[in-house]
C-alpha cells in the first residue's frame, strides 16, 4: 500500500530557498517512479519535476529547470525537491506522486501516477 506524506514548505522571500519532502509511510520508493506536481487555485495541476525508480534519470519542467533538484536518498525511503532562487510565481500547493515502475523512465502527465500525497503549501512573497 503506498500512502504519500509530504513534509516542508512554508513562506519564503522571493530569491529564497525552501525545500519539501515525500515518504512512502517508511516503506521503499525503490520501485517507484516520483514526481511533484503544483496546482494554483483554478488552474491545472502541472508537472515540476520527476526522478526514475533507479534515481539514475530526472525531468524537469522548463520554469524550474535549473532552480529545483529532485532526489532521492540513499535508502530510497525518501524524495526531495530542493528548490532555489524562488519565485512568487512558484507560490502553489506542491504534491508528491508515485508510480509503480521499473527502470529508468520518467513520466510528465497527471495521469500517469496512481498515488498522490495531500500536498503542502509553498508561499513565494514579493
Known amino acids: 500500500q503506498v500512502q504519500l506524506v509530504e513534509s516542508g514548505g512554508g513562506l519564503v522571500q522571493a530569491g529564497g530557498s525552501l525545500r519539501v519532502s515525500c515518504a512512502n509511510s517508511g516503506r521503499t520508493l525503490s520501485t517507484y517512479c516520483m514526481a511533484w506536481f503544483r496546482q494554483v487555485p483554478g488552474k491545472e495541476r502541472e508537472f515540476v519535476a520527476a526522478i526514475s525508480s533507479t534515481g539514475s534519470r530526472t525531468n524537469y519542467a522548463a520554469p524550474v529547470k535549473g532552480r529545483f533538484t529532485i532526489s532521492k536518498d540513499s535508502a530510497e525511503s525518501q524524495v526531495t525537491l530542493q528548490m532555489n532562487s524562488l519565485k512568487p510565481e512558484d507560490t502553489a500547493v506542491y504534491y508528491c506522486?508515485?508510480?509503480?515502475?521499473?527502470?529508468?523512465?520518467?513520466?510528465?502527465?497527471?495521469?500517469?501516477?496512481?498515488?498522490w500525497g495531500q500536498g503542502t503549501q509553498v508561499t513565494v512573497s514579493s
Open positions: 506522486a508515485a508510480r509503480f515502475d521499473f527502470g529508468y523512465m520518467t513520466f510528465t502527465k497527471r495521469e500517469d501516477y496512481g498515488y
